[in-house]
């Protein structure tokens, strides 16, 4: 059964950058369709990125598009998100999920209900 594991939260300076790392076990990532997902304070979660090895395939929520940036990494079995410039809005918890490769585009893949496997999340602070 696949699990997943994020890491890489902590406290940034506006402006500054990060590099969330979502590492799988008991299972390929790269047969999954992997997300990241974003949920600010008292605001539902919303997803940011997903990423797809066995199909090629990056997609990126318009708001992030030039900040953020998704890759796989198959010697870590992970999918990493780089987080440039970050922004007082791009706090709050990061979450990583996956499903099986059914759907992959736009607008399937940052729907939440759809995923079944989730991590516990990691939470971004962006505070001066």
């Known amino acids: 059964?696949?699990?997943l594991v994020e890491s890489g939260g902590g406290l940034v300076q506006p402006g500054g950058s990060l590099r969330l790392s979502c590492v799988g076990?008991?299972?390929?990532?790269?047969?999954f369709l992997i997300a990241?997902?974003?949920?600010?304070p008292g605001k539902e979660r919303e997803g940011?990125?997903?990423?797809?090895?066995?199909h090629g395939s990056t997609f990126?929520?318009?708001?992030?598009?030039?900040?953020?940036?998704?890759?796989?990494?198959?010697a870590k079995n992970a999918v990493?998100?780089?987080?440039n410039n970050l922004q007082a809005e791009d706090a709050g918890v990061y979450y990583?999920?996956?499903?099986?490769?059914?759907?992959?585009?736009?607008?399937?893949?940052?729907?939440?209900?759809?995923?079944?496997t989730w991590g516990q999340g990691t939470q971004v602070t962006v505070s001066s």
């Open 25 to 31: 076990s008991g299972g390929n990532l790269d047969n």
């Open 80 to 83: 990493h998100l780089d987080i």
């Open 48 to 54: 940011v990125s997903c990423f797809s090895g066995g």
């Open 96 to 116: 990583c999920a996956a499903r099986p490769p059914i759907g992959v585009n736009q607008l399937m893949c940052f729907v939440a209900t759809m995923y079944d």
């Open 60 to 74: 990126y929520e318009d708001s992030v598009k030039g900040r953020f940036t998704i890759s796989g990494d198959n």
């Open 36 to 40: 990241w997902f974003h949920q600010a």
């Open 1 to 3: 059964q696949l699990q």
